[in-house]
């Protein structure tokens, strides 16, 4: 079993409407989770820490839920620009990530 | 601050040969470095931990004599393909790490 795991999706989002996605982990002794964005053919980038009281940062949203193994992301009034690859991350021992699959966004005008 | 480049950024060569791919942190010093592989429609999977001055720590299933890690200054590791064959065919992104990991644009190999 992976130890992050999403749903590739696509999740075809019209303009400005909300979504939001989970990922589930499997190995708890994560010492910190992420969001990391990843376009077409390009490099994963850092989008947002996750934390158990949850942290916002404009119209994203993310949340960290230890008991239930699972991380969220909330999109609030997408943009096109929002289109991309969603990665959910955990951070293990010896600054090791593990990345999820991703979960496919496609804002559609 | 905190960028990484990698060259080349894309490379096409014959089954067989050997490509060499760089991975530079341009503007801090980075200890660790870490090379992945990332194949269509899935995850980055962590091919190898690169070490300033000592071994390169690969993962289970990485044949260390296929991937050779040379993490020779504190600014340059490289990644050297050996013998590469179409299933080596990827995209291999580099990252350095300074607290959090920044990654390195990515250099895609077809191997034919």
């Known amino acids: 079993r992976k130890e992050v795991e999403q749903d590739p999706g696509p999740f075809n989002v019209p303009e400005g409407a909300t979504v939001a996605f989970n990922c589930t982990y499997s190995?708890?002794?994560?010492?910190?989770f992420f969001w990391y964005r990843q376009d077409c053919r390009k490099e994963p980038k850092l989008l947002m820490s996750?934390?158990?009281s949850g942290n916002e940062d404009g119209r994203f949203t993310a949340q960290l839920n230890r008991a239930s193994q699972y991380i969220s992301l909330l999109i609030r009034d997408s943009k096109l620009s929002d289109s991309a690859t969603y990665l959910c991350?955990?951070?293990?021992?010896?600054?090791?990530?593990?990345f999820g699959k991703g979960n496919q966004v496609v804002v559609i005008p | 601050g905190a960028v990484v480049s990698q060259h080349p950024s894309w490379v096409i060569c014959k089954s067989g040969t050997s490509v060499k791919i760089e991975c530079r942190s341009l503007?801090?010093?980075?200890?660790?470095m870490f090379w992945y592989r990332q194949f269509p429609k899935q995850s980055l999977m962590l091919m190898a931990t690169?070490?300033?001055?000592?071994?390169?720590?690969?993962e289970q299933g990485v044949e260390k004599d296929k991937f050779l890690i040379n993490h020779a200054s504190l600014t340059l590791s490289t990644l050297t393909v050996t013998s590469a064959h179409p299933e080596d065919s990827s995209f291999y992104i580099c990252?350095?790490?300074?607290?959090?990991?920044?990654f390195g644009p990515g250099t895609r190999l077809l191997v034919l």
């Open positions: 990252s350095a790490s300074r607290g959090t990991q920044y």
């Open positions: 190995n708890s002794a994560s010492q910190s």
């Open positions: 996750v934390y158990s």
């Open positions: 991350v955990g951070l293990y021992g010896n600054n090791r990530l593990a």
């Open positions: 503007d801090f010093q980075a200890t660790t």
């Open positions: 690169s070490n300033e001055g000592s071994k390169a720590t690969y």
